[in-house]
């Protein structure tokens, strides 16, 4: 008999356990099996209405003492897992033995692969991380026990399980064991392994990973180089990311649409937009259509910065490509205009979306609601209110709350105590709203409060499921101290960063970001650069802070008059990124003599070594001096900078002139004014008659009456 006449008799059956029936009596034919054969019974089962059917088929050959292959349960756990029904699936596994069947190694690689899904959390809720890679482990030894041999995909499926439910010592081990067992890992293993260390945040180990998989033959693609670059870009470490993409597209790597996301998505949190905008034009210019993700995620860092022209520019950019704005473009738009108070942007927004065929979610509503209670358009809110109820949405706590909040700010008790009423009649008909099943989703939950303007229920929330063992992850909290900070609670998010001890969470890079920007912005600079000397001193964790943060402290430093600091500040920086230290000692010595040209000539030429200048530091000196009133430091920075063509900001230029106009250096304030017209800066009239007036006041005073009528008429 073929594999094909198979095939056709068992999609010909009169019914369907006759067919099921003759599959399972050749399963232990060698020589009848088929992919094909598989796919089609996996096919018929998942039209979910003959699962009974199939199990008949099983007891009827038990009871004929029929031999049963184990491909007769493979398609069986195949199917329930294509379904979801995870727990049916570990089921029809555990009743193997009850036919007299063993597993072979294709239905154990189906069982773990089963395992390492992120829906195993679904089959009950006191099953966590921990439950889940002891159970992957126990399967893996009853392979080893019963002498079946693991191959490369087993390896690759259990160390991709155990990495996502965060067990990386034994991926590890796994990976390990492979070496032993004479099995050479291939690109899905390395690629699984890279991803994990990049998620630890050891992007030294992930790299040296890569150079043995490069030495061993395995040639990495395009996933395996976009963790590498992501896992750079998420730490904010985005000079090293442009590097090794560099080093990654020599070998002939091309970026993808995922990687320019990743690399934009850094950049934008740098606050580097102008590069993240030169990056989206790249990807235009090499014919690479920018996704829906990649518009979502640009259009709510812009909001997030309120940069509210580009993001329209953005919108206009995206019809014109063909691509539609869903409901994840459109929601963080409306909810930036609803912080701005521009409700009628807002309103017009939701209304254009809707014409689209793009409808408002309750996210949408939550975010509208909270939006109008907040300004005291209450009776709006109320109306908008009923109509996410018509249109059978369902309104969360968050919505109930700002509701319920903005009547009693009107002073309508009566209707905010009917209301609660109503909430705490209704309040069953999603009983799991907020029944958080892992660390994830849990992340999920605090960002859309967080969004919505519900800091304080965000805590609450994240506080009642670390109580039931969902243990928040450290982005979580990021999440709520960076809330916190924007909602001007400062002492909040000092508190819920200090209890991160108390939870044996180290901070990252980025969550001390957070903290010290919060601090620094709601005005307790005293604060913001204890914590920033903490990081810095005892180098915790070998976390250091971004460039940003550390140009935020050099501008408070430079505002104190405390220039040596501000300049320390930066070469402390540069040492943690393992820059040539000798040059820095130099620069040290400069500095500490007054020789402020030698001591920024030291640090240009460093830069242009590099090849890779940030005048942001340069520019914070300057106008730093100026404001303080040290001309002459000032003017020994400018003239470096000018000297190696660098651009001098128009800000820069204006103080400069300015301060040298106050000090009556007439003629360098008209080189830095003719500088300033050359590189086309428009500078306003104050300065231009500021400078005039100086220039005017100079002359003996006849010729400044002289000129006086010159310049009226």
């Known amino acids: 008999?073929?594999?094909?006449?198979?095939?056709?008799?068992?999609?010909?059956?009169?019914?369907?356990?006759?067919?099921?029936?003759?599959?399972?009596?050749?399963?232990?034919?060698?020589?009848?099996?088929?992919?094909?054969?598989?796919?089609?019974?996996?096919?018929?089962?998942?039209?979910?209405?003959?699962?009974?059917?199939?199990?008949?088929?099983?007891?009827?050959?038990?009871?004929?003492?029929?031999?049963?292959?184990?491909?007769?349960?493979?398609?069986?756990?195949?199917?329930?897992?294509?379904?979801?029904?995870?727990?049916?699936?570990?089921?029809?596994?555990g009743k193997m033995w009850d036919f007299?069947?063993?597993?072979?190694?294709?239905?154990?690689?189906?069982?773990?692969?089963?395992?390492?899904?992120?829906?195993?959390?679904?089959?009950?809720?006191?099953?966590?991380?921990?439950?889940?890679?002891?159970?992957?482990?126990?399967?893996?030894?009853?392979?080893?026990?019963?002498?079946?041999?693991?191959?490369?995909?087993?390896?690759?499926?259990?160390?991709?399980?155990?990495?996502?439910?965060?067990?990386?010592?034994?991926?590890?081990?796994?990976?390990?064991?492979?070496?032993?067992?004479?099995?050479?890992?291939?690109?899905?293993?390395?690629?699984?392994?890279?991803?994990?260390?990049?998620?630890?945040k050891n992007l030294e180990y992930a790299l040296s990973l890569l150079d043995r998989?490069?030495?061993?033959?395995?040639?990495?693609?395009?996933?395996?180089?976009?963790?590498?670059?992501?896992?750079?870009?998420?730490?904010?470490?985005?000079?090293?990311?442009?590097?090794?993409?560099?080093?990654?597209?020599?070998?002939?790597?091309?970026?993808?649409?995922?990687?320019?996301?990743?690399?934009?998505?850094?950049?934008?949190?740098?606050?580097?937009?102008?590069?993240?905008?030169?990056?989206?034009?790249?990807?235009?210019?090499?014919?690479?259509?920018?996704?829906?993700?990649?518009?979502?995620?640009?259009i709510h860092l812009l909001v997030e910065a309120r940069k509210f022209k580009k993001v329209m520019r953005l919108f206009d950019d995206m019809t014109k490509r063909g691509k539609i704005p869903d409901i994840y473009c459109y929601n963080p738009l409306i909810k930036g205009f609803c912080d701005m108070g521009l409700f009628n942007k807002a309103w017009f927004l939701q209304c254009e979306m809707t014409k689209r065929g793009c409808f408002p979610n309750d996210h949408t509503y939550t975010i509208l609601i909270c939006g109008m209670c907040k300004v005291g358009l209450v009776r709006e809110a109320e109306n908008l209110f009923c109509e996410l109820q018509e249109l059978g949405c369902f309104a969360d706590v968050v919505t109930w709350n700002s509701l319920i909040y903005g009547l009693c700010e009107a002073g309508e008790l009566k209707r905010a105590k009917r209301l609660f009423h109503e909430m705490d009649m209704g309040r069953d008909k999603n009983p799991n709203k907020y029944q958080i099943l892992d660390n994830e989703s849990l992340e999920t939950t605090v960002k859309e409060l967080c969004e919505s303007g519900s800091v304080l229920k965000a805590y609450e929330i994240l506080k009642q499921n670390a109580d039931i063992g969902v243990m928040p992850n450290i982005k979580t909290y990021g999440i709520l101290i960076d809330a916190f900070c924007k909602e001007g609670h400062p002492d909040q998010a000092v508190g819920l960063f200090k209890e991160l001890d108390l939870k044996e969470l180290s901070p990252d890079s980025i969550t001390w970001d957070i903290l010290i920007n919060g601090l620094y912005k709601a005005g307790r600079e005293d604060d913001a650069l204890g914590y920033y000397d903490d990081m810095m001193k005892n180098k915790l964790n070998n976390y250091t802070p971004s460039a940003y943060t550390c140009k935020l402290v050099m501008i408070w430093l430079c505002k104190k008059k405390k220039f040596v600091d501000a300049f320390n500040r930066w070469l402390s920086y540069l040492k943690s990124l393992n820059c040539d230290g000798e040059a820095i000692k130099n620069i040290e010595r400069h500095f500490k003599k007054g020789e402020i040209?030698?001591?920024?000539?030291?640090?240009?030429?460093?830069?242009?070594?590099?090849?890779?200048?940030?005048?942001?530091?340069?520019?914070?000196?300057?106008?730093?001096?100026?404001?303080?009133g040290s001309v002459e430091e000032a003017l020994q920075i400018y003239n470096v900078l000018v000297n190696y063509n660098i651009n001098v900001t128009a800000p820069s230029c204006v103080l400069l002139i300015r301060c040298l106009c106050e000090k009556r250096c007439l003629d360098v304030a008209l080189e830095v004014f003719l500088y300033a017209l050359s590189k086309g800066f428009s500078l306003t009239p104050p300065i231009r008659y500021q400078l005039l007036r100086s220039i005017l006041r100079s002359m003996p005073r006849f010729k400044y009456r002289a000129a006086s009528s010159r310049s009226l008429s």
Not at 5 to 32: A, R, Y
Not at 168 to 186: R, W, Y
Not at 248 to 264: K, Q, R
């Open 1 to 93: 008999m073929k594999r094909h006449v198979v095939f056709s008799t068992i999609k010909s059956s009169l019914t369907p356990k006759l067919g099921f029936s003759f599959f399972i009596w050749t399963t232990t034919k060698e020589s009848l099996r088929s992919r094909n054969v598989h796919n089609l019974i996996i096919d018929k089962l998942k039209e979910g209405t003959f699962f009974d059917s199939y199990w008949e088929a099983l007891e009827q050959a038990k009871y004929s003492n029929s031999l049963i292959g184990p491909d007769a349960f493979l398609v069986l756990i195949t199917a329930y897992d294509k379904l979801g029904l995870t727990e049916r699936a570990l089921g029809s596994f």
């Open 100 to 200: 007299d069947c063993k597993p072979d190694l294709l239905t154990y690689n189906a069982v773990l692969n089963v395992l390492r899904h992120d829906r195993v959390f679904m089959v009950d809720l006191a099953v966590y991380n921990h439950s889940v890679c002891m159970l992957t482990l126990a399967v893996y030894t009853q392979m080893m026990k019963y002498g079946v041999k693991a191959n490369v995909v087993t390896y690759n499926i259990l160390i991709d399980g155990l990495l996502k439910h965060g067990d990386f010592p034994s991926a590890n081990n796994m990976l390990g064991q492979m070496t032993e067992n004479d099995i050479s890992p291939d690109k899905f293993t390395y690629t699984s392994i890279i991803s994990g260390v990049c998620r630890a």
């Open 213 to 298: 998989m490069k030495q061993e033959g395995c040639l990495p693609d395009s996933v395996t180089y976009n963790t590498l670059i992501n896992g750079f870009c998420e730490l904010g470490r985005m000079d090293e990311a442009f590097k090794h993409l560099r080093a990654f597209e020599e070998n002939g790597f091309e970026l993808g649409v995922d990687g320019y996301t990743c690399i934009i998505k850094g950049l934008f949190r740098e606050r580097r937009y102008d590069d993240a905008y030169a990056f989206y034009n790249r990807m235009i210019v090499w014919d690479l259509e920018p996704d829906l993700v990649l518009y979502s995620t640009m």
């Open 597 to 628: 040209d030698n001591a920024v000539l030291g640090l240009l030429k460093m830069d242009l070594k590099l090849q890779k200048i940030d005048s942001d530091p340069y520019t914070i000196w300057l106008i730093g001096f100026c404001q303080a």
